[in-house]
């Protein structure tokens, strides 16, 4: 069985304006990717999975992949060193319509607003080893969207 450790935003935010609490802060996170390298669990990229996955083949005994949700700056600047300190990389996925901006979308606007990364922060993550994926154009409710936007929000 291989997990799936997703992850938002790592960062120190007050609960106050984390309300759903969608951050972690360096120092948990730290903690989390210490006790996983120390206790011999083993890494694999998202796109080693999904090979085990598709051949049918086992996958290491604890064996994990780390993934980010919605591309915020603070992957790079807090979790990027703590993952490089253990020799793991992460697959995040960008709101690729918000590059740049603070996030907009429920639960995560206004004062609780995010900056996301830039095209070249994100670039900087790709060159350092993370796999970069899709999370819509910006980050709409699919389910409650017709066909015809749907597709838009994927495809764009």
Not at 115 to 140: I, K
Not at 141 to 153: I, T
Request: glycine residues 8%.
């Amino acid at each position: 069985m291989i997990s799936i450790l997703t992850y938002h935003q790592v960062a120190e935010i007050p609960r106050s304006l984390d309300p759903v609490g969608l951050a972690v802060s360096p120092a948990q996170f730290e903690q989390q990717m210490s006790y996983l390298a120390h206790k011999g669990y083993q890494y694999l990229s998202l796109g080693e999975a999904v090979e085990h996955i598709r051949a049918r083949k086992d996958a290491p005994a604890r064996s994990f992949v780390l993934t980010f949700d919605d591309g915020y700056q603070n992957i790079l600047l807090n979790a990027c060193p703590i993952l490089e300190k253990f020799g793991f990389t992460a697959t995040v996925f960008l709101v690729a319509g918000q590059m740049g901006s603070l996030s907009s979308w429920w639960g995560q606007d206004g004062d609780l607003s995010g900056q996301l990364l830039s095209w070249d922060e994100a670039g900087e993550l790709a060159r350092r080893g993370f796999t970069l994926g899709s999370h819509t154009l910006n980050h709409r409710f699919l389910n409650g969207l017709d066909d015809a936007c749907a597709f838009e929000e994927i495809r764009n």
